[in-house]
T-cell receptor, first 117, second 111 residues
């Protein structure tokens, strides 16, 4: 079946502009996650959705970052007034979550490479 | 969540077993050990997870010491396609959604 998809695959933007990154999770996966990976570094957790709610937004680096999820499906990560330090690969993942039990395997998309010039 | 320590890099010959160690000496009783890998320019891929028993699946085996302070991921017959960064992650049931990726081990499989 189809995996997690993300769009665009690459985005180059000027400093100060807003960007929207999209994630389409695997159908039926109720949990969705956003991570950021700077060049040569490990992944940083940004935010987690269970359904359309975000119980944990603790990883969002500043108030310029926001995310939403609709229809328990697609999610968008918005970065306002982009800065050069926002340049990174933004990865989305999804997983099944049954009430009271986490399913541990997160399926990752290919990422969106964001370059802020 | 417990912190993990992994060697920066390792290599092995194609067809041989690759044994990747991970130390997690501060792991608590309800925390699981997960392994993911990231092949260049791709998103991470789940490999295996375990709590205290050894686990095996079609990709790998996970050996967890009796005191749970360390573990080893075993790729029984490494191929060139197994060249990747391997991440050992420890996370509890309540926070298992939050995978904290460290620096990982860069495994190079030599022809």
């Amino acid at each position: 079946g189809a995996g997690v998809s993300q769009s665009p695959s690459n985005k180059v933007t000027e400093k100060g502009k807003d960007v929207e990154l999209r994630c389409d999770p695997i159908s039926g996966h109720t949990a969705l996650y956003w991570y950021r990976q700077r060049l040569g570094q490990g992944l940083e957790f940004l935010i987690y959705f269970q359904g359309n709610s975000a119980p944990d937004k603790s990883g969002l680096p500043s108030d310029r970052f926001s995310a939403e999820r609709t229809g328990e499906s697609v999610s968008t990560l918005t970065i306002q007034r982009t800065q050069q330090e926002d340049s990174a690969v933004y990865l989305c993942a999804s997983s099944l979550k049954v009430a009271g039990l986490s399913i541990f395997e997160q399926y990752f998309g290919p990422g969106t490479r964001l370059t802020v010039t | 969540d417990a912190k993990t320590t992994q060697p920066t890099s390792m290599d092995c010959a194609e067809g041989r077993a690759a044994n990747l160690p991970c130390n997690h000496s501060t792991i608590s009783g309800n925390e699981y050990v997960y392994w993911y890998r990231q092949i260049h320019s791709q998103g991470p891929q789940y490999i295996i997870h375990g709590l205290k028993n050894n686990e095996t699946n079609e990709m790998a085996s996970l050996i967890i010491t009796e005191d749970r302070k360390s573990s080893t991921l075993i790729l029984p017959h490494a191929t060139l396609r197994d060249t990747a960064v391997y991440y050992c992650i420890v996370s509890g049931m309540d926070s298992s959604y939050k995978l904290i990726f460290g620096s990982g081990t860069r495994l190079l499989v030599r022809p």
